[in-house]
């Protein structure tokens, strides 16, 4: 009760009590687990519900924290193999809550490589909610990651719903980069620069214009993203477009600035990028 009035200092003293009484049993180890969550103690309470789940995965009431936890450190793996193990044991008094709980799984489950698997949970969720946003977001990432024609569409229909969703021109711009447009990528990076200078904005403008053969124009802008934050992987298509403008000299200047990785197996592609360095000039440009 403590907990769910926000209360969670207080909760986890009243808990620490009945742990004393009762070390091992499972319901106050949740719950004090839970309200460890709740009050910022994850590095306590998270292995105190690794606990109880090793004892009975078909705790759900500590399934879901611990894949919410998974989730917000990156660790897709386990946020998906939770929220599955919460979506499998939980009680039909709280089945009203699935198609967000099938949002959350299919966004691990993207995040973690599996976008065909993220795409079923996101047509459940679409199906059980079809004017839900996040759904419709989720299922359009998705899509993305697995289908560019069947993307764009559905990117689209998000973006006339919620034009303020950035990240949705970004997306639709590498789907249509990926399908040959490169006009239509091109149009999105500037939508978005018109808005806020993003860094990705500029690296998807850069592409965009190399692709169609302004060499000077892609420069610029990979030029602006690397003054934003230096990446290698901006280094490297700079590089290439300086290379494919005939600046080879620029082009080995931008790769000696980065420096070479410690081992060929760190980062091959700049490696890749010095072997251009040494082959004969009448060799085609790539």
């Known amino acids: 009760m403590h907990g769910a009035r926000g209360e969670a200092a207080a909760a986890v003293a009243l808990m620490r009590r009945a742990q004393a009484l009762a070390p091992d049993d499972l319901d106050v180890l949740t719950a004090l687990g839970a309200a460890l969550m709740q009050a910022g103690a994850a590095g306590e309470g998270a292995p105190l519900l690794e606990r109880v789940v090793a004892d009975n995965p078909r705790r759900y009431d500590a399934q879901l924290p611990l894949a ?92 006339e719903r919620a034009p303020a969703l950035l990240d949705v021109a ?42 169609r053969g302004d060499l000077d124009g892609a420069r610029a802008e990979l030029a602006r993203r690397r003054a934003r934050a230096w990446a290698a992987t901006v280094v490297l298509k700079l590089s290439r477009v300086l290379r494919r403008a005939g600046q080879a000299a620029a082009a080995v200047a931008e790769l000696d600035a980065l420096g070479p990785p410690a081992t060929v197996d760190d980062d091959p592609a700049w490696w890749r990028e010095l072997g251009w360095r040494c082959s004969p000039p009448t060799r085609r440009w790539r």
Request: proline share 4%; net charge positive.
């Open 68 to 159: 919410e936890h998974a989730a917000r450190q990156g660790r897709w793996a386990r946020a998906a193999a939770a929220y599955q193990a919460y979506l499998a044991s939980r009680p039909a008094s709280l089945a009203t809550e699935d198609p967000a709980r099938w949002v959350d799984l299919a966004d691990a489950l993207l995040r973690g490589g599996d976008p065909a698997a993220a795409l079923r949970w996101t047509g459940r969720a679409r199906s059980a909610r079809p004017d839900e946003l996040r759904a419709q977001v989720a299922e359009a990432w998705a899509l993305a990651a697995t289908d560019c024609r069947r993307a764009r569409p559905a990117l689209a229909e998000v973006a």
């Open 170 to 211: 970004l997306v639709d711009g590498r789907c249509a980069l990926a399908m040959g447009d490169a006009a239509g990528a091109l149009a999105q990076a500037r939508r978005v620069l018109a808005a806020v200078p993003r860094a990705d904005a500029h690296v998807l403008a850069g592409e965009a214009l190399a692709a």
